[in-house]
Nanobody, 125 residues
Framework: PARLVEAGGGSVQAGGSLRLSCAAPGYTMRRYCMAWFRQAPGKEREGVVSIDGDGHTTYADSVKGRFTVSLDNAKNTVYLQMNSLQPEDTAQYFC???????????????????WGQGTQVTVSS
């Protein structure tokens, strides 16, 4: 069963915004490298952004300036604010976590053991 729980997906028009959340019951997120990935139909799962317990982030070039990740350690929840959404952002979005200090990039799927079930984001033109 998934150990991370995503929420907040939906359908928006191009230029719109969505906020995703990822809760980690029972985990102390500040001890984890957390990340968001996405997978469009027929494509590989790609890293979108990572964040470590100190708030250091790494963004994929495709989302820089549009997406913002944040971590609420008190709630053990990581958020992904997505602005200026485009049709190419349409994908299943997954939250991922790995128990380690620092992410050192952290945008490769193989780096993560914990995954959520995914939430669908659809952007229409």
């Amino acid at each position: 069963p998934a150990r991370l729980v995503e929420a907040g997906g939906g359908s928006v028009q191009a230029g719109g915004s969505l906020r995703l959340s990822c809760a980690a019951p029972g985990y102390t997120m500040r001890r984890y490298c957390m990340a968001w990935f996405r997978q469009a139909p027929g494509k590989e799962r790609e890293g979108v952004v990572s964040i470590d317990g100190d708030g250091h982030t790494t963004y994929a070039d495709s989302v820089k300036g549009r997406f913002t990740v944040s971590l609420d350690n008190a709630k053990n929840t990581v958020y992904l604010q997505m602005n200026s959404l485009q049709p190419e952002d349409t994908a299943q979005y997954f939250c991922a976590g790995e128990f380690r200090i620092g992410c050192s990039g952290g945008l490769y799927r193989r780096e993560y053991q914990l995954w959520g079930q995914g939430t669908q984001v659809t952007v229409s033109s």
